[in-house]
């Protein structure tokens, strides 16, 4: 199976600040012939399901706030959040689709000071 | 709008198996997929398997292959998961998820939720 492993862990930042998550797969999810990289994120606030930021590494899903942003290509990705709210308070997981099982990173905890 | 609602929570034995409901509206149930992923308590979240619903096909995790079942009932919009010979580490929150379908290179990745039925396995 591909590991996806997160970091960091946790952070708490100051409410405007930025938020930078990084996101390290076992093995390259990257598509060649559709050059497109198989990593979703989403935004997972206690009860309540989670919710898809970010699908091929750095489209935005419908509906999401412009200051949610991904990138990264290969085995190393990131989840930006350009000036964090108060609402953003969450766990944040990224996703490898490249190959089934699908699995997910160990979660980021976004806490504001 | 795009709506998952799931069966409420559950309590059964070890060796016991569940069955999880998820209802789906808003949406052509028949150009989806249903994904069912499950988050045991303090770990990352777990694909249990899925079924393209317009062709009635599905795929399953290694990991739960032969007791994982999925099923649909297109004539109601609802999904069916059943997981059978349970233990106590089968005790986790249980999602439905609505995945798109690909006519080639599968696309699973989950773009609504259900709201997650807990179950609860324990003697």
């Known amino acids: 199976d591909i590991v996806m492993t997160q970091s960091p862990d946790s952070l708490a930042v100051s409410l405007g600040e930025r938020v930078t998550i990084k996101c390290k797969s076992s093995q390259s999810l990257l598509y060649s012939p559709y050059n497109k990289d198989y990593v979703s994120w989403y935004q997972h606030k206690a009860g309540q399901p989670p919710r898809l930021l970010i699908y091929?590494?750095?489209t935005r899903e419908s509906g999401v706030p412009d200051r949610f942003s991904g990138s990264g290509s290969g085995t190393d990705f990131t989840l930006a959040i350009s000036s964090v709210q108060a609402e953003d308070v969450a766990i944040y997981y990224c996703?490898?689709?490249?190959?089934?099982?699908?699995?997910f990173g160990g979660g980021t905890k976004v806490e504001i000071k | 709008q795009v709506q998952l609602v799931q069966s409420g929570a559950e309590v059964t034995k070890p060796g016991a198996s569940v069955k999880v409901s998820c209802k789906a509206s808003g949406y052509t149930f028949t150009t989806y997929g249903i994904h069912w992923v499950r988050q045991a308590p303090g770990q990352r979240p777990e694909w249990m398997g899925w079924?393209?619903?317009?062709?009635?096909?599905?795929k399953y995790s290694q990991r739960f292959q032969g007791r994982v079942t999925i099923k649909t009932d297109t004539s109601a919009s609802t999904a069916h998961m059943e997981l059978t010979s349970l233990t106590s580490e089968d005790t986790a929150i249980y999602y439905c998820?609505?995945?798109?379908?690909?006519?080639?290179?599968?696309?699973?990745?989950?773009?609504?939720w259900g709201q997650g039925t807990l179950v609860t396995v324990s003697s």
């Open positions: 998820a609505r995945g798109p379908v690909s006519g080639f290179r599968e696309l699973f990745y989950f773009n609504a």
């Open positions: 091929w590494a750095s």
């Open positions: 996703q490898q689709y490249y190959t089934t099982p699908v699995t």
């Open positions: 079924i393209n619903v317009g062709r009635n096909t599905t």
